[in-house]
């Protein structure tokens, strides 16, 4: 796995030690997308290093939208050159283009694009069973969680709001496909 290490590394090195609740997160982020390999196959350790390094746009150094999964995928392409399909699962995760759409930047993720369905699926699962902390949690609750934290006012929240229901199909269809892979896995 050169791919993931090289990820893991970095993100290890702008997150765990100026934040270290979201390198915890990150850490449990990547442990989920290694559950994630019979299902993934070839396309496994591509998103483990996703995984790892999705949320290194919190860092420092790669803040400038303020669009934290733009900011990362352009600090992974730009300034370390990562391959593209790496950026693109960066850039799209989550409620990625539900925040960009409101906050003007739908071009500017774009520039990512198109998406990979089945891989933001992916990291879409591995990020909402992810607590903030690095616990495994519910999807459902941890939703819940991040609009409490943000509140109504923020940007994130009416984001999230909006994402929600394609956010759930998103993990139902990954947990689909692994009980799948598990089973074909015994047969
Ligand atoms: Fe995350």
Redesign the pocket.
Known sequence: MKLAKWAYDLAEAMLAESLPDRWA??QR?YSQALTLVPALGVDAELLAAAAIA??VGYARDAVDTGQHMIDGARYLRDVVGADPRLCSIVAF??SSPWEAAELGLSDALGEFGPAEPELVDAITFC?LT?SPTGQVVDPARRLVEVLDRYGPEHVVFRAVSAARPELLNRVERVQQRRAEAAQESVS
Do not use: F, Q, R, Y
């Open positions: 997160h990150s982020v999705h949320d995760h989550t990020d992810s």
